[in-house]
């Protein structure tokens, strides 16, 4: 059981690392993981992810022929597909009574958190920073959330 937990998800494009915290933390405590493993996107490169270059096209306007973009970044796939496994873990704890999310993350690693969690998910988050703290240990981490969200 989770209850009386709070999860905090610090991620980025490429990596969540989810911490628990008792509602009774105290400054100086140190964040404690909730999950035994980080969740890391796919680190496959775009001509491993891509079935084929895109298509050309000859525009009607212009005498020269266009090559198609992918109307779809395998990274930018990639990092979708981590918010979602993300948005999986914490619905899972929600299940098992989990009652408080903090996400932090970069701002557009924020909004595909937002878009993937479902709304019972995100009924649970009582505090968002569109911020990438993803780079620092743990030690480092703890301080500056404790500065953020624990009332002194």
């Not at 628990?20 to 969740?39: C, F, I, Q, T």
């Not at 899972?92 to 408080?100: I, P």
């Not at 505090?127 to 500065?147: F, G, N, Q």
């Amino acid at each position: 059981m989770v209850q009386d937990v709070t999860w905090i998800v610090v991620a980025d494009g490429a990596r969540a690392r989810i911490f628990s915290r008792s509602s009774r933390h105290r400054r100086g405590e140190p964040l404690v993981p909730a999950l035994d493993h980080d969740l890391v996107a796919s680190r496959a490169l775009d001509s491993e992810l891509d079935s084929d270059r895109p298509g050309r096209t000859n525009a009607r306007t212009e005498r020269m022929r266009h090559g198609l973009g992918h109307e779809d970044d395998s990274h930018r796939h990639a990092q979708q597909q981590l918010a979602r496994d993300v948005a999986r873990e914490l619905e899972h704890a929600r299940t098992q009574g989990l009652r408080s999310v903090i996400l932090i993350a970069p701002p557009r690693a924020l909004g595909d958190l937002r878009e993937a969690c479902n709304e019972h998910v995100r009924a649970l988050v009582s505090h968002e920073l569109a911020k990438d703290l993803s780079t620092l240990a743990v030690h480092e981490l703890a301080p500056r959330i404790d500065a953020l969200f624990v009332p002194e």
